[in-house]
């Protein structure tokens, strides 16, 4: 009888693909979550939205990065084969994201101190996208 | 094998190979150079084995046909017709930079914090400056980190001399948003997020002619130049995080 190779059936089943589903589930939900104040991006989207401010659609942009993200995380999960279209697909939802952070942190710089989880999650995700895209270029069929 | 197989194959390679003096078969120099050219070119053949749903999926069939391919990979009658098509896309790049009012860094433009229509016309100059420096240092980093990490040194003035083409989405971009501007478009809300996510798709756009461009003129595979294109990319983003604040 052979023996059972832990590591190996935990490598199986740890697929690095799922850092890109986990990545971008992290970039939806930090919509929800607080960010500077109490208020999740998502309340802030509404309230700017019913006063009328111009430009209230950037605080979805975390939102549609996340479910762009997922997307290609879904592709490259049920098939490996589309790495590329992954990878382009992901760099779509983090170019959303990219340009909402070059536009909100340099605003709220004073209260960086003060950021709530959402921020944290936000960046987060972020940083596992791109560790994602690596990953998947690196990854042999 | 029996013998007369043997004798064969080496009948159909008679044109590579030769018998030395010593009765063994050795390469001939023609068979020394298919040799080599296979052993050099090795990472351009299996670059081209695509996957071929990867190939056939939508999105990378709506990438190629963007891609001016015969820009890029040019023969040598083309190169002057070439040279002459990068050179109008600097040319369009640097005056719309420059009435645009933007700070370019690879494939971001940061808008300066001034009113653009106030701006004397040193500043619109400067802005364009900026441009034709960042295209030579974007084109240096590149090169430096095909070097670096791939080893791949050759064909560095063809790669030159096409490395305007992956800027073509960047002066489209530009275009239309001078169109935006100078009408006054820009300032109405769903104007401005479709001039947002127009700026996405052409970066995008950019990133894969990069790729591509990096897959013809150095012989990297498609998953190493994006490789490259990201971490330019998403390096120059950090720094313009840091710059923006």
Redesign the interface.
Same mark, same amino acid.
Request: avoid cysteine.
């Given at each position: 009888m052979t023996p059972i190779n832990y590591k190996e059936k935990a490598l199986n089943i740890l697929d690095f693909r799922l850092v890109g589903l986990v990545g971008s589930i992290l970039l939806i939900v930090s919509e929800f979550l607080p960010w500077f104040s109490e208020f999740s991006l998502f309340d802030a989207y509404i309230l700017y939205t019913i006063t009328a401010v111009e430009e209230s659609f950037i605080f979805l942009f975390p939102l549609i990065s996340g479910i762009i993200c997922l997307i290609a995380s879904l592709l490259v999960i049920s098939n490996l084969e589309y790495k590329i279209n992954s990878v382009i697909i992901t760099l779509i939802g983090l170019g959303f994201l990219s340009l909402f952070l070059v536009d909100f942190i340099p605003g709220e710089l004073f209260y960086l101190s003060k950021a709530g989880i959402g921020f944290y999650l936000c960046i987060a995700g972020f940083m596992i996208m791109i560790i994602n895209i690596m990953l998947i270029l690196i990854a042999k069929e | 094998m029996s013998t007369g197989t043997i004798y064969h194959h080496l009948d159909s390679l008679s044109q590579l190979i030769e018998q030395g003096k010593n009765k063994k078969y050795y390469l001939s120099d023609l068979g020394m150079h298919a040799y080599t050219s296979l052993k050099e070119n090795i990472e351009i053949i299996e670059s081209s084995k695509f *996957?071929k749903?990867?190939f056939n *999926?939508p999105?990378?069939k709506f990438?190629f046909a963007l891609t001016p391919i015969k820009f890029i990979s040019f023969e040598e009658k083309d190169k002057r017709y070439n040279t002459i098509i990068s050179a109008v896309i600097l040319i369009m790049g640097t005056i719309l930079c420059g009435l645009n009012g933007f700070y370019s860094f690879l494939l971001?433009f940061i808008k300066t914090p001034e009113d653009i229509y106030r701006l004397p016309l040193i500043s619109h100059v400067v802005f364009s400056i900026i441009f034709i420096v960042n295209f030579l240092i974007y084109f240096l980093l590149v090169e430096i980190f095909c070097r670096l990490f791939y080893r791949k040194k050759g064909n560095t003035f063809d790669f030159f001399l096409s490395f305007p083409i992956i800027l073509y989405p960047m002066v489209i971009y530009l275009l239309i948003h001078f169109i935006l501007l100078s009408t006054g478009l820009i300032q109405i809300?769903y104007i401005?997020?479709i001039d947002?996510v127009l700026?996405?798709?052409f970066?995008?756009l950019s990133?894969?002619l990069l790729t591509y461009n990096l897959k013809v003129s150095k012989g990297l595979k498609?998953?190493?130049g994006?490789?490259i294109a990201?971490l330019l990319h998403?390096g120059s983003?950090t720094i313009?995080?840091f710059l *923006?604040?």
């Open positions: - | *996957s749903g990867e *999926s999105l990378l990438l971001f809300t401005n997020f947002t700026l996405i798709f970066q995008i990133l894969w498609i998953e190493r994006l490789i990201l998403y983003f313009v995080l *923006s604040i």
